[in-house]
């Protein structure tokens, strides 16, 4: 079975500064999606970045970039120059290929600090 | 932009009522998803549905129904309430491309209080 953990279930960060969150999965499959979606308070969840697994190169989105380690089955999401509205709940998911259904983690929530 | 909606907020109901969730996604997408939300436990899939009229149990299916009448539409329905089915319910709704790579898209999600 696909697992996915977040081991930091809360995180705080100093407005301009960098965070990483972390992520580690298991599958056995080799063809797979990882995805960080985001859902600040009493708003709804939206996806952040995303990266397939056969891509070696790291996918970024503006402040948001991933390190993604196949081998070690890590995908860490690091949000440069943090901003109040990075204040939420993080969420790394995990697809199947060939399959639409994601195996999300416990979630890191993060406050960034004026 | 892709608009997932939900019928409610926030519903309270009494153990044993029979409780529907609505929820209803205009991007003409295949696949339509039902998640619980709990604190701690993150985001676990009820059911999925990949066409009208077809559905398939995710991880938490127990004491759960749903319904996929129009491709629009998807509901999901508690027979018979628990206290300890309280919760948040989110909706998604994603294309299908077969690989996986689709972004699933959110609604507000509805928070629950079994009485």
């Known amino acids: 079975a696909q697992t996915v953990t977040q081991s930091q279930p809360e995180m705080s960060v100093q407005e301009a500064e960098t965070v990483t969150l972390s992520c580690t999965y298991d599958?056995?499959?080799?063809?797979?999606?990882l995805f960080w979606y985001k859902q600040p308070p009493s708003r709804q969840m939206i996806l952040v970045i995303r990266?397939?697994?056969?891509?070696?190169q790291n996918a970024t989105e503006n402040r948001f970039s991933v390190n993604f380690q196949k081998a070690a089955k890590s995908f860490s999401l690091k949000i440069s120059d943090s901003q109040l509205g990075d204040t939420a709940m993080y969420f790394c998911?995990?697809?199947?290929?060939?399959?639409?259904?994601?195996?999300f983690g416990k979630g890191t929530k993060l406050t960034v600090n004026p | 932009d892709v608009k997932v909606t939900q019928s409610s907020r926030y519903l309270v109901k009494r153990t044993g009522e029979k409780v529907f969730l609505e929820c209803v996604q205009d991007?003409?997408?295949?696949?339509m998803f039902w998640y619980r939300q709990d604190p701690g436990l993150g985001l676990r899939l009820i059911y999925f549905?990949?066409?009208?009229?077809?559905?398939e149990k995710g991880d938490i299916p127990e004491g759960y129904s749903v319904s996929r009448e129009k491709k629009e539409r998807f509901s999901l329905i508690l027979e018979s309430a628990s206290t300890n089915q309280t919760s948040m319910y989110l909706c998604?709704?994603?294309?299908?491309?077969?690989?996986?790579?689709?972004?699933?898209?959110f609604g507000p999600g509805t928070r629950l209080l079994v009485l």
């Open positions: 991007m003409d997408h295949e696949n």
């Open positions: 998911a995990l697809t199947q290929g060939g399959s639409e259904k994601l195996v």
């Open positions: 990266q397939e697994a056969y891509k070696q």
């Open positions: 599958t056995s499959e080799s063809n797979y999606y």
């Open positions: 549905s990949y066409d009208v009229k077809m559905k």
């Open positions: 998604a709704s994603s294309l299908e491309t077969g690989w996986g790579q689709e972004t699933q898209y």
